[in-house]
């Protein structure tokens, strides 16, 4: 926990600016946050971006698990990456706030093809968990057991660390490859309808390998949730 002092002292070195208005005093001020409403993404295919509709293609599917996908925003939305660093790697915790609130904003506009039994995560690596001090996609599926009012479960674990995500370029990374990453917690019971939740969704190898073992084990539909979307 950072201390009171500690958090002072912080924003004494580093005074922080809106990310919108510019403003000194708040990573996002109070009149960006009541009107922050970023443009969701058009429906289309997770993994080819085929447009018009969030379910994973017929082509797609020949080769991957995860029925579809609602991202919130496009990982092109400037503030959203902004917002996303200080939080990922600063450790920023007023960004959740500005996320949570956003997305309840938001709320009218996701729709889901089906309706879950719980929302799960893509859980990161126990030693880079301690290190930032919390899992974004937990989180991320927090919030959403809240929004779409669903239990949170916690069903696979890492078993190996990998290169964070943003720093592996997308063309260099392909479905399958992180098949050997997950596992599923022993003697778990796997729903049939499940909402995998992460921060960010880009080539989709790391969201489709949690998808495969879900899947694997029962799981009818796994459909993603993720705040930004690449590509
Ligand atoms: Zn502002
Ligand atoms: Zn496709």
Redesign the pocket.
């Known amino acids: 926990m950072e201390s009171r002092f500690g958090h002072l002292a912080i924003e004494a070195l580093f005074p922080r600016f809106c990310v919108s208005c510019k403003r000194e005093g708040f990573l996002m001020c109070q009149t960006c946050l009541d009107y922050w409403t970023p443009v969701s993404p058009q429906a289309s295919?997770a993994?080819?971006?085929?447009r018009g509709s969030s379910w994973?293609?017929d082509?797609?599917r020949k080769d991957v698990y995860l029925d579809g996908l609602t991202p919130f925003v496009s990982y092109g939305n400037p503030l959203f990456r902004e917002l996303l660093f200080s939080w990922k790697y600063h450790a920023d915790s007023s960004v959740q706030e500005i996320f949570l609130r956003s997305l309840r904003r938001a709320l009218p506009s996701f729709s889901f093809p089906v309706s879950f039994s719980c929302a799960t995560y893509v859980p990161l690596h126990r030693s880079r968990e301690r290190f930032r001090g919390f899992d974004q996609a937990f989180k991320v599926a927090q919030w959403a057991g809240e929004l779409f009012d669903l239990p949170v479960e916690t069903l696979a674990y890492r078993t190996q660390r990998t290169v964070a995500q943003a720093r592996t370029k997308q063309e260099e990374r392909h479905v399958g490859e992180m098949d050997h990453v997950f596992r599923l917690i022993d003697g778990i019971h796997v729903p049939e309808q499940i909402l995998l939740c992460d921060d960010v969704f880009t080539s989709g190898s790391t969201m489709d390998a949690v998808a495969r073992l879900l899947k694997q084990q029962g799981a009818k539909t796994v459909w993603g949730f993720v705040l930004a979307k690449g590509g």
């Open positions: 295919c993994f080819c971006g085929e994973t293609c082509t797609c």
